[in-house]
Nanobody
Framework: QVQLAESGGGSVQPGGSLRLSCVTS????????MGWFRQVPGKERESVAA????????IYADFVKGRFTISRDNAKNTMYLQMNSLEPEDTAVYYC????????????????WGQGTQVTVSS
């Protein structure tokens, strides 16, 4: 059974930075394409960024381009999301996801999800 566990969320002022981590257990993370999603109460979950199994493809939502960077270290079974220049609009619960299909994962139809980590951006 694959399990994903996010960490690194917290509260930060506008303009600040956070780095989220997602650790895969149960199977090697290199078996999966992975991504970050976020959700605000009352709104649909949205894709933030995605990364292929070997990191040769990365895709970002327009609203995070130039501010967020997705990366992974398969030797550590860990994926990261470096978030810089955070804005209040980035406040959400952030989830990591994994799937064998890059297309399905980007569509939010991944087989595996973490429990989420709260990110709050406020002055």
């Amino acid at each position: 059974q694959v399990q994903l566990a996010e960490s690194g969320g917290g509260s930060v002022q506008p303009g600040g930075s956070l780095r989220l981590s997602c650790v895969t257990s149960g199977r090697a993370s290199s078996d999966y394409h992975m991504g970050w999603f976020r959700q605000v109460p009352g709104k649909e979950r949205e894709s933030v960024a995605a990364i292929s199994w070997n990191a040769d493809r990365t895709i970002y939502a327009d609203f995070v381009k130039g501010r967020f960077t997705i990366s992974r270290d398969n030797a550590k079974n860990t994926m990261y999301l470096q978030m810089n220049s955070l804005e209040p609009e980035d406040t959400a619960v952030y989830y990591c996801a994994a799937d064998g299909s890059f297309v399905m994962m980007r569509k939010g139809k991944a087989d595996y999800w973490g429990q989420g980590t709260q990110v709050t951006v406020s002055s």
